[in-house]
């Protein structure tokens, strides 16, 4: 085991780092990072304003101006080559300073720990929501195999997975807030109350169809569980049939649900940015879509790096997880 | 019921004890374990057995060829949209916007007073081309490595791996986002951007099965023989991979659809007044207002996008079962 955690930990630490290199190098190498750190303002002279060449009606602010170009050449490192700004950005990670807004002035270190909670209520009442619709289904599903409410429950799940999720939150909203009025339209945080009963629409619309794609695994695997010996053991002894399912059945069955929920988080993530812009909910997917139209870069990269290094953490934790259930996982 | 069920069956019924013992009490324990051993029987699943999945496998049934049949008008309506008798897409019609569907605009009209079917028709030109574009650029990329790492293993095989295992770990939008944001929004850079996504999973792909067919015994006789490795690849691999993977074509490509329409919905896709998409579409008339008094706008394009999405992942389904791949990588 250690052997392995060790070797796992390793592949972690690469990943890591070519995750943000590659981050790093996309924003860097593709377009100007002058341009894409100060926007227009790249296009002063500022040379030759300095040397007084040329003549600019706004002279405070054209200085002001140079001032924001040569504090970003000083901050991105933008004299030095890729590689060795990469190094110093890193190392400016690591002790904190992700670099400032270049709409706001504010330092996107507070930016994100603004809008993170709000992201973060979501990804875990959609988990929530999906595991809660998928344990009772997939139970079900598997109870009455290949019965009407299993056939049904196919479709219905092959359906779900076939929605796009931008789709199903239009349809949702329109439905159950505007036509039936059930739930709130838009994002309110007046009190926590208040603030989750208006994220359950989202969550929902994030969740179904994960909870169609559990109930898929779950039912294969609840399957496979009821033919082993301890379950007919239990149901000889005259066991009721739902004791059976939740207490022996359920637990062993879960594996592959265990082992999607990080990819799936990444999937849910991906989801966040749109039903975050569907609901107006101020999260880091919104956050992330108005800088990539704001062009600012200092953000977008900030928080690629964030959700990308959050996905490969959580699912080196779940491997983790995975091989301490089921030892045979370590061989590979 | 499997040869497993019946050995475990037979074991229970003619077991120790009860069968040969006299008497009425063990009689009705006999009887007992009968009605229970039905009872755990009747709550099994039949599995599959390889007779009836091969039935299931070599059929592919009417509703396939529906889905294909919905595919084809798509396709059809993708291609010779601008040619077609329908409205100008981008022009505003006379009956004024936000018109509830009538004879003259089948969908209704926008907020712009735009002919929402008409949009609807040419918005399966980008969705589609970028769709078939990237599925195809995957394949291309990622199965050309994925063949060649399998075939060669080594550190070649490691470092293909690595640069897979890192592209996944982007979350999709997030890095179709990254490289959206720093390129202009062209079909051809939204296109090759989702094809990015499709080559880490058609890669490994292509690795795993290349890893099955390169063990066996023609890829051996073929070496005896004295081929190259190119031509082990291309003569004696290629053909073998190629079949998973393009079993698995359309559900990369309803994959790759749903892709674009989330970037069309974020406005990071194609960019210009005449770049119609879905995924703009339904964002255009998805704030509360029009949702709440031209709901057609909105839902024509996602009733029109749910039923391509769905039959692309149907007949890709049926295809996939009939070639009998099992997903490995989607």
């Not at chain 1, 598997?142 to 219905?156: I, K, L, M, P, Q």
């Not at chain 1, 709130?184 to 969550?203: I, T």
């Amino acid at each position: 085991m250690a052997r392995y955690v060790v070797r796992r930990v390793v592949l972690l630490v690469a990943v890591l780092f070519a995750v943000t290199f590659l981050g790093f190098s996309a924003m860097n190498l593709l377009g100007d990072p002058l341009v894409n750190v100060v926007g227009v303002l790249a296009e002063l002279d500022c040379e030759g304003i300095e040397a007084g060449l040329v003549e600019d009606t706004t002279v405070d602010a054209a200085s002001r101006d140079c001032d924001t170009v040569a504090a970003a050449r000083d901050q991105y490192h933008l004299d030095q080559p890729v590689p060795v700004r990469y190094v110093l950005w890193v190392g400016d990670l690591i002790t904190g300073d992700f670099g400032t807004s270049f709409q706001n002035d504010q330092p996107v270190s507070q930016v994100i720990r603004e809008k993170l909670p709000e992201t973060l209520i979501l990804l875990t009442m959609a988990q929530i929501v999906s595991l809660g619709v998928a344990i009772p289904w997939g139970v079900i599903a598997a109870y009455r195999a290949n019965r009407a409410f299993d056939r049904g429950s196919t479709v219905a799940s092959f359906g779900l997975l076939s929605v796009p999720n931008f789709a199903l939150g239009v349809v949702l909203l329109y439905l159950l807030a505007l036509r039936w009025q059930v739930f709130p339209s838009a994002y309110e945080s007046d009190n926590l109350g208040a603030l989750v009963f208006s994220m359950v629409l989202p969550a929902v619309t994030l969740g179904l169809p994960l909870a169609a794609s559990y109930q898929r695994l779950l039912r294969t695997d609840l399957i496979t569980t009821l033919q082993e010996d301890f379950v007919h053991m239990a149901r000889a002894k005259g066991l009721p049939p739902l004791r059976i399912m939740f207490r022996h059945a359920l637990r062993p069955s879960m594996f592959s649900v265990v082992t999607v929920f990080g990819v799936s988080t990444g999937a849910l993530i991906g989801g966040s940015l749109v039903v975050e812009q569907i609901f107006g909910i101020p999260g880091i997917g919104r956050e992330i879509v108005t800088a990539v139209v704001r062009d600012d870069f200092p953000v977008v990269l900030a928080i690629v790096m964030l959700v990308a290094c959050t996905f490969v953490v959580l699912n080196f934790l779940v491997d983790l997880l995975y091989s301490w259930l089921d030892p045979r996982v370590r061989a590979r | 019921m499997t040869a497993d069920d019946r050995r475990t069956g037979n074991l229970t019924a003619s077991g120790e004890g009860p069968v040969s013992r006299k008497g009425r009490a063990s009689r009705e324990r006999l009887l007992e374990r009968f009605r229970i051993l039905r009872l755990v029987r009747s709550s099994r699943v039949p599995d599959d057995g390889p007779a009836e999945d091969a039935a299931v496998r070599r059929r592919l049934g009417f509703s396939f060829w529906l889905a294909v049949a919905w595919l084809l008008i798509m396709a059809f309506v993708a291609v010779f949209a601008p040619m077609l008798p329908v409205a100008d897409p981008t022009k505003v019609a006379f009956s004024g916007p936000r018109e509830p569907p009538s004879a003259d605009a089948w969908f209704g009209t926008d907020a712009l007073g735009r002919d929402v079917f008409s949009r609807t028709m040419h918005g399966a030109r980008i969705s589609l081309a970028v769709g078939g574009f990237a599925i195809v650029f995957g394949m291309v990329v990622g199965g050309s490595l994925g063949i060649v790492a399998g075939y060669f293993r080594g550190r070649l095989d490691q470092a293909v791996g690595f640069a897979f295992f890192v592209l996944l770990s982007f979350p999709s939008l997030v890095l179709a986002i990254l490289i959206t944001a720093t390129l202009d929004r062209s079909l051809l850079v939204v296109s090759l951007t989702i094809g990015i996504l499709a080559v880490a999973p058609v890669g490994l792909l292509a690795r795993a099965s290349t890893l099955v067919f390169a063990e066996r015994e023609f890829v051996a006789a073929a070496r005896v023989l004295g081929a190259r490795h190119g031509r082990i690849i291309v003569r004696e691999l290629l053909p073998n991979v190629v079949i998973p993977m393009g079993a698995l074509t359309l559900l990369g490509m309803a994959i790759a659809v749903v892709a674009e329409g989330s970037l069309a919905f974020l406005g990071l896709s194609v960019a210009g007044e005449d770049a119609i998409s879905w995924g703009k579409m339904i964002v255009d008339g998805a704030g509360l207002r029009d949702l709440q008094n031209a709901t057609h706008v909105t839902m024509f394009p996602v009733v029109v996008m749910f039923v391509t999405v769905l039959s692309l992942n149907f007949a890709g389904d049926r295809i996939r079962q009939y070639f009998d791949v099992k997903e490995l990588a989607f």
